[in-house]
């Protein structure tokens, strides 16, 4: 579970189903289905399917870095 504070995005399932968490809103995307996470939304992106997923990701904002990221939940034990 992340959030950016100075960028929102635009994601498109390419493959797969993908569960997309937006805030405490829980929704299954298919393939050639999307969803625009707004600036500041709470978001995950999970694949509990055995097919691959494929996903594609925009960016739109004034500060496109990858450390604006705010980590609230990570299974990876990133910083």
Not at 1 to 13: G, L, T
Not at 66 to 72: A, G, K, M, P, S
Request: glycine share 2%; net charge negative.
């Amino acid at each position: 579970m992340q959030s950016h504070q100075h960028r929102s995005e635009h994601w498109i399932i390419v493959r797969g189903i993908a569960e997309v968490t937006i805030n405490d809103d829980i929704k299954l995307l298919n393939s050639n289905e999307n969803i625009f996470i707004p600036c500041k939304a709470k978001h995950r992106l999970a694949n509990y399917q055995s097919e691959d997923l494929v996903v594609i990701e925009v960016w739109y904002g004034d500060n496109l870095n990858e450390d604006d990221i705010v980590r609230y939940e990570d299974i990876y034990d990133r910083k």
